[in-house]
C-alpha cells in the first residue's frame, strides 16, 4: 500500500476539524444533559469522562513510535509494517489486561471513595464500573490504530473517525437519557456502545489502508524498539498535564479560589490556541519521520516560521483586544483582574506554539529521551519560580511564571532540533513583537485608534515575515 501524498494544508485541516468539532458538540450538549440527567449525575458523569481519557496514558508511548516506526518503513515494505503493527496491538493488549486485571480487583474500592450526598448514585456509578473497565481495551487499542494510520498520512480518515466517536459519546448517552433512563450504567452502556462502534470503523480503516491480511505474533527486536522508544515519549506525555495543572494548585494555595478563577478563565481561553500547533504538528510527525536529515530540517524551519506568524498574528489580536472581550464575556469586575493575566498567556501560547515543532522533529528523528530529559529538567526550577512569583506578585506571577517556562521551553527545544538560525531569529522577532505590545498596553494603556493603528502596523510586520516561509511551502507541497 502506497502512502498518498496529500498536502500538509489538507491534513492540518482535518486535524483541525477533528479538534473542534466534538469541542463544539460539547458545549451545546452540556445545558441539554443538565437537564436531561441532573447537575449531580452529569458532575459524576463528567469525572467518569476525565478518568476513561487517562486510560491514553497507559499507552506509553507505544502509538506515537508505532506511527513512528511505520513512516519510517519503505512504502512496499508490507511485512515490516504488519510487523509493527501486530507487536504494538500485542504490547498495548497486553497493558489492557492488566489494567482491567487491576480495576476489578480495586476500581469498587475507589469508586466508593469519591464523595457523594446521594447515596442511590453511589450504587448507580457501581452498578456502571464494568462499562467503564470494557473502555480500557478499546482505548489502548484505538491508539494504535490511530498511530498507524497517521504513519501513512490518512488524516482524513482518522478524523472523520474521531468525529463520529467523539460525537457519539457525547450524543449517544444524551438520548438515552431523554428516552429511555438517566441511571448511569446506563449512560455508560451507551457510552461503550459509541466506543465500540467507532472502534470497528478505525479497524475496518486500518485493513482497507494497511497490509491487515494475517495475525502476526511478537516480533522481539520490534518490541525493544517500540517500548524504548515509547517509554521515553511517555516521559513527556505524563509530565506536560501535570506541570500544566500546577499553577492552578499553587494559586489557590498562595492567593486562594478567588484567584484560581481569575486565572483560569483566561487560561481556558489561551489553551485553545493549542489546537493550531498541535493539528500542524500531528499533521508534519510521519513527514519529519519518513524525510532525510536535510529535507527534514528544511521542513522544520518552514514550518516554524508559518506557525509563530499564524499564533503570533492571534496573539497580537489577543494583546489588542481582550480587554474589551473579557468585559463582554464576564463583566468588568472580573475582567479588569484578568486581563493582564490574558495578555501574558498569550505570550506564553505563542511560545508554546513554537515549541511543538522542534518537540516533533526530535520525536521524528527517534530521540524522546531528549525531550523526555527537558521536561525533567524543568520541573525543579518551574515549581520555585511559580511559588516565589505567586508569593510576589499573585495570580499575576503564576502567568509570568507559566510563560517564562514556555520559553524556556521553546528555546531549549529550538537549540537541541538544531533548527536554522534564520528561523531561530524570526522566531525570536515574532516574540519580541508580542511581549513589547503587553509592555505598552500595560504601563501607558492606549486609546482604541492608536491600538488599532499599531496592531494593523504589527499584523502587517508579521504578514511580511512569514510571506517568504509560506510560499517555500506552497512550493515544496506542489512539487
Known amino acids: ?87 504494538a496491538l500485542w504490547m498495548n493488549g497486553g497493558m489492557a489486561l492488566v489494567a482491567v486485571m487491576l480495576l476489578l480487583l480495586l476500581g469498587g474500592q475507589g469508586l466508593a471513595r469519591i464523595p457523594m450526598d446521594d447515596a442511590a448514585l453511589h450504587r448507580e456509578l457501581l452498578a456502571a464500573l464494568p462499562w467503564i473497565i470494557a473502555l480500557v481495551p478499546m482505548v489502548l487499542i484505538s491508539a494504535i490504530l490511530v498511530g498507524a ?39 455508560m452502556g451507551a457510552i461503550f456502545a459509541a466506543r465500540f462502534l467507532a472502534l470497528v470503523m478505525l479497524a475496518l480503516m486500518v485493513w482497507k489502508c494497511l ?47 478567588v484567584g484560581v478563577a481569575a486565572y483560569n478563565i483566561p487560561f481556558s481561553l489561551v489553551d485553545k490556541i493549542k489546537i493550531l500547533p498541535r493539528s500542524i504538528s500531528r499533521a508534519v510527525f510521519p513527514r519529519l519521520s519518513a524525510s532525510g536529515d536535510a529535507e527534514a530540517k528544511d521542513l522544520l524551519g518552514d514550518l516554524c516560521k508559518v506557525v509563530s506568524t499564524l499564533v503570533g498574528s492571534i496573539a497580537i489580536v489577543g494583546i ?37 515543532l522542534p518537540f516533533a522533529y526530535v520525536h521524528a528523528r527517534g530521540l524522546p529521551d531528549l525531550t523526555a530529559k527537558i521536561h525533567l529538567w524543568e520541573v525543579a526550577p518551574f515549581v520555585a519560580v511559580l511559588w516565589l512569583l505567586c508569593q510576589q506578585f499573585g495570580v499575576l506571577g503564576a502567568a509570568m511564571a507559566w510563560s517564562l517556562r514556555m520559553g524556556v521551553d521553546a528555546a531549549l527545544m529550538c537549540v537541541f532540533s538544531g533548527l536554522p ?41 508579521c504578514a511580511a515575515l512569514g510571506y517568504d516561509a509560506t510560499r517555500r511551502l506552497v512550493r515544496r507541497e506542489a512539487a
Open 1 to 87: 500500500m502506497n502512502m498518498r501524498k496529500n498536502s500538509l494544508a489538507s491534513h492540518v485541516l482535518a486535524n483541525f476539524g477533528g479538534s473542534v468539532v466534538p469541542l463544539l458538540v460539547s458545549i451545546i450538549t452540556i445545558p441539554l444533559y443538565l437537564k436531561a440527567v441532573g447537575t449531580a449525575r452529569y458532575g459524576v458523569l463528567a469525572i467518569v469522562w476525565l478518568f476513561v481519557g487517562y486510560f491514553s496514558l497507559l499507552d506509553f508511548g507505544i502509538s506515537r513510535a508505532t506511527t513512528n516506526n511505520i513512516a519510517k518503513l519503505p512504502r512496499d515494505d508490507s511485512a515490516g509494517q504488519l510487523r509493527v503493527l501486530w507487536t
Open 149 to 187: 494510520l497517521e504513519a501513512k498520512e490518512r488524516f482524513g480518515l482518522v478524523n472523520s473517525q474521531q468525529i463520529v466517536g467523539a460525537v457519539g459519546v457525547q450524543v449517544a448517552p444524551l438520548v438515552v437519557a431523554l428516552y429511555v433512563g438517566a441511571d448511569l450504567d446506563l449512560l
Open 211 to 257: 497490509p491487515v491480511n494475517r495475525i502476526c505474533g511478537i516480533d522481539r527486536a520490534t518490541l525493544s524498539q517500540l517500548f524504548r522508544y515509547g517509554s521515553w515519549a511517555s516521559v513527556s506525555g505524563f509530565l506536560s498535564p501535570i506541570l500544566d495543572a500546577l499553577d492552578r494548585f499553587v494559586i489557590g494555595a498562595t492567593v486562594g479560589v
Open 320 to 356: 489588542l483586544s481582550v480587554d474589551r472581550l473579557l468585559t463582554i464575556w464576564i463583566g468588568p469586575a472580573l475582567a479588569e483582574a484578568s486581563t493582564p493575566i490574558a495578555m501574558i498567556l498569550l505570550c506564553g501560547a505563542l511560545m508554546n506554539a513554537v515549541a511543538t
Open 421 to 461: 538560525r534564520n528561523a531561530a531569529l524570526y522566531i525570536s522577532s515574532q516574540v519580541l513583537i508580542s511581549v513589547s505590545l503587553v509592555a505598552w498596553k500595560l504601563f501607558f494603556n492606549p486609546g482604541w485608534q492608536l491600538t488599532l493603528g499599531i496592531g494593523l502596523v504589527a499584523l502587517s510586520g
